[in-house]
């Protein structure tokens, strides 16, 4: 696990191998069982362009917390504590002086799992918590192309990576590119998988 931290120009963490492979083929597994039965974004939480009444994003997902009582009863949402674990033993490293992340002392959170294929994209928007941790995942290798991760206002982007995660405040917009799935891989779970946790306060 590699564990980065940037002030400028706002507040994010990147985490490069976050889980470790008993963990993520577990995640992907069950990935795998929620694929068929994966909710439209009207069913998600979508943000939603003011002007046009649109959803932004086009893609698939579900929140766990509504289909789980017994969170021990998901591989996800057992293995997604990992990381308030990480942020309270690299605190010193995250630093005291970090203006955002020095007071997000919580484990209070919304586990999401999105699914991207075929032109599914998520235009530029802000997610309605304090702060937001992204996951991506994919099968190995690689079966799909675009599904870049933005700062739009920024110009900061992130190639989508296996096993990444990178956390910032929710209010700072982001968005994800149009994905393309390889044409004998569609339907089958080769796409960009991404596993969110809306983080609250107490």
Partial sequence: MKLDVYKDPFPYILIEDLYTQEEENLIKKEFDFFLPSLKEP???GTAI???TQEPLKSNKGVFLDTVFIDRDVSYILKINRKIFGVLEEEKEKIGHDNWFFKNQETSKDTTLISYYE???HYKPHRDSAIYTVLTWFYKEPKSFTGGDFVFP???IRFECEN???IIFPSIIKHAV??????DDKTGQ????WCLTQFGDTL
């Fill in 49 to 51: 362009d003011k002007e």
């Fill in 118 to 120: 075929n032109d599914n």
């Fill in 163 to 165: 096993n990444m995660t």
């Fill in 177 to 182: 590119e149009s994905v393309k799935v390889d």
């Fill in 42 to 44: 009207e069913n998600t």
């Fill in 189 to 192: 779970g080769y796409g960009r």
């Fill in 153 to 155: 206002d920024y110009d």
